[in-house]
């Protein structure tokens, strides 16, 4: 199901490509480059993240005068010959429809059609929570975003007031990072470092225990239509802007319904794996101010599960697939000041709603539970930049860090060196756990276009 995914995916951005290619004079933007995170072979060395390359385009289009035309394409192969693609924007706009547009004041009604994002969470966005927007998910340091396909209208007043209606009949899944499912053989593996399999085996009466998994794959129709309703409601002036959002919406990431059945000589288990996809309500709001290059924001979160599938003990302790779901609630905030010389910020979230890290056997561990974030960026002169990013969990100790120094070669050419380390607490029980050993030291070079 996955390969068809990426199959219609590409097809998308070459139609895409292809509409958009007889406008010479608009902005286009990309890079195409490599990395090693093999400087240091003491650190990180797993397959799939040894080395990569990567590919990316950027096409924007906007006139007040004219049809908006966006597309945003990525691009990733690793050292497991693993290709990941993310379409993060395709669309084409319309300014005018009922109201005028006012280029200036940003005034009247506007209406979107294709992928995009919707920028209704604060949260969602900064700390890659995936529930509102698909996220890209080459790699979980720097998740980003992408859209989700639909029809968007946006309508602002001359006194600030605005509203925004968001309505979908297709659902795209979150694709990265994949699994490899083997039907001859009965296996889920990965080529991602950043992905997580079931287990292979297990342990029966003291002996190892092969797990065969058959997965019962449902028709492409079941889950590419679906549908997503919401709406953003709001003001803002010049300095302050407040917003709230519903939508009901497919969840990103596709659930799993497990079966198991154990022979009678306990040589083999068998696990039957249903995808299921199931919806979620999430809702928000935020306060914001904005001064210049300054920006605050005062957020918060809550995504209201439709289906609360039952925990299979049986399944869990044979493949360690966990299927329960709980209600999620965040608040936080943040401020920043970035421009073109530097950029600084911090961040902070907290899960609100109720988690017992010992009991509760949810489908996917919290992200983050109790968590700051800094980030500090400095630009000297032309061609060097050097960044620096923190974001630590007081509550599990959790942490990220990612150091960069940059040096601009020429005018397309760009190398880079940096860091990326994890860190995890010493009971191995939290989100980032499965990944302690994805550390990196790389060195990389990008042709900019």
């Not at 974001?391 to 760009?414: C, H, I, N």
Request: hydrophobic share 35%; glycine share 8%; aromatic share 12%.
């Amino acid at each position: 199901m996955a390969s068809l995914t990426n199959k219609q995916v590409f097809s998308l951005c070459l139609t895409m490509m292809m509409s958009s290619a007889h406008a010479l004079n608009d902005t286009i933007q990309g890079s195409l480059g490599g990395m090693s995170n093999q400087v240091n072979r003491d650190i990180g060395d797993v397959p799939g993240n040894r080395y990569n390359g990567d590919f990316n385009f950027n096409y924007h289009r906007d006139s007040s005068f004219e049809v908006e035309r966006k597309f945003n394409l990525s691009a990733q192969i690793n050292d497991q010959s693993l290709t990941m693609y993310s379409l993060q924007e395709a669309y084409v706009g319309y300014k005018g429809i009922f109201r005028g547009w006012n280029s200036v004041t940003k005034t009247g009604d506007q209406v979107k059609f294709g992928r995009q994002i919707l920028p209704w969470s604060e949260l969602d966005k900064a700390w890659g929570l995936g529930k509102l927007n698909n996220r890209k998910n080459f790699d979980f340091f720097d998740p980003g975003q992408e859209g989700l396909i639909g029809l968007n209208y946006e309508n602002k007043s001359s006194s600030g007031f605005f509203w925004k209606a968001f309505a979908s009949g297709l659902y795209a899944p979150e694709m990265n990072p994949g699994l490899d499912v083997n039907k001859s053989d009965n296996t889920i593996t990965s080529r991602n470092p950043w992905a997580n399999p079931p287990a292979a085996t297990t342990v029966i009466d003291g002996n190892v225990t092969p797990i065969q998994y058959i997965v019962q794959y449902p028709s492409i129709s079941d889950v590419v239509y679906r549908y997503s309703l919401g709406a953003n409601v709001g003001w803002e002036n010049k300095h302050w802007a407040a917003d709230g959002f519903f939508i009901r919406k497919p969840e990103n990431n596709i659930s799993t319904n497990v079966e198991v059945a154990l022979a009678q000589d306990a040589a083999s288990v068998k696990a039957f794996i249903k995808p299921e996809v199931y919806y979620h309500d999430v809702f928000g709001g935020a306060l914001k101010y904005r001064n210049a290059d300054v920006e605050m924001n005062v957020s918060g979160l809550a995504v209201y599960p439709n289906t609360f599938p039952d925990g299979n003990q049986d399944a869990t302790t044979y493949t360690e697939i966990k299927t329960e779901k709980r209600r999620e609630a965040y608040l936080g905030g943040g401020i920043s000041k970035i421009n073109d010389k530097y950029g600084m910020g911090f961040n902070y979230v907290a899960r609100v709603s109720p988690f017992d890290r010992q009991r509760d056997s949810l489908a996917q561990d919290p992200r983050w539970n109790q968590a700051v974030h800094g980030f500090l960026s400095r630009n000297l002169g032309r061609k060097y930049r050097l960044s620096g990013d923190l974001k630590y969990d007081m509550l599990t100790t959790d942490r990220l860090v990612m150091l960069r120094a940059g040096y601009k070669v020429s005018k397309e050419l760009l190398m880079s060196l940096g860091v990326n380390m994890i860190g995890t607490p010493n009971s191995g029980k939290s989100y980032w756990s499965p990944f302690t050993n994805n550390d990196a030291v790389f060195a990389g070079l990008r042709y900019i276009f």
